[in-house]
């Protein structure tokens, strides 16, 4: 006979208490029950919450390094003959197909939670479709812009910044795949569907990180 075990929350906070205050949407990623030892979707949520907490750090730091740097060094930002990352139509365009994916990935996440399978494959596939443009359109970008990585501050800083944002974005999609194959095991998702709901706050996460550095990168001009 399975016994229910609950771990009896021992700290100094009255962490139920405090919870119950707290939006839904931010109950997903804490464990609840007062360490409820069946609850592994709820602290699985929580343990990925303060890993992608860590992730921001990383992020924060090298975009204060950009901040730093730009306003100490805005006389002589772009070396001569050097236009920078300029907002063209294609940036934009492929900006606007990232940050739409999180439209989708959500539906599809919910669908899952609905067990309307085919929904969540094909706005799951659309989603991995919405990464992958991103990817190329970024390798594009790179490849006709006027200045490398080794070109000053500007190419540096530059290629740091969204070369490890794209890092992200492939280990988002590779996720997003792997989500997808196990979606045709059978009974595969029937008791936990942690693994969708992590991917689907990477891609949030991912998407959100794109928001900053499109805006110090291509609408903070020099």
């Not at 006979?1 to 205050?21: A, C, K, L, T």
């Not at 069946?38 to 090298?62: A, N, Q, Y």
């Not at 805005?74 to 990352?85: A, D, E, I, K, Y």
Request: proline share 3%; hydrophobic share 45%; glycine share 8%.
């Amino acid at each position: 006979m399975n016994r229910r075990v609950i771990h009896i929350d021992e700290s100094p906070f009255r962490f139920e208490q405090w919870r119950r205050h707290l939006p839904n949407w931010l109950l997903r990623f804490l464990p609840s029950g007062g360490g409820n030892a069946e609850d592994h979707h709820g602290k699985g949520m929580f343990g990925f919450t303060v890993f992608l907490l860590s992730e921001s750090i990383i992020f924060l730091s090298f975009i204060f390094t950009y901040v730093a740097l730009r306003l100490t060094h805005s006389r002589n930002w772009l070396p001569p003959g050097v236009s920078g990352p300029e907002l063209s139509t294609f940036v934009i365009i492929n900006t606007v197909v990232l940050l739409s994916s999180s439209f989708v990935i959500q539906p599809a996440e919910n669908a899952l939670k609905r067990r309307k399978f085919n929904r969540f494959r094909w706005l799951w596939l659309l989603t991995i479709a919405m990464g992958t443009y991103f990817l190329i359109g970024q390798g594009i970008e790179w490849s006709k812009l006027d200045f490398g990585l080794s070109t000053g501050l500007v190419g540096s800083t530059f290629y740091v910044l969204t070369g490890f944002h794209s890092l992200h974005v492939l280990t988002g999609v590779l996720l997003q795949i792997t989500m997808l194959i196990r979606s045709f095991s059978r009974g595969n998702y029937n008791k936990s569907h942690f693994g969708v709901s992590a991917t689907t706050l990477f891609w949030h996460f991912v998407d959100g990180v794109w928001v900053i550095l499109f805006s110090i990168l291509y609408l903070w001009q020099a």
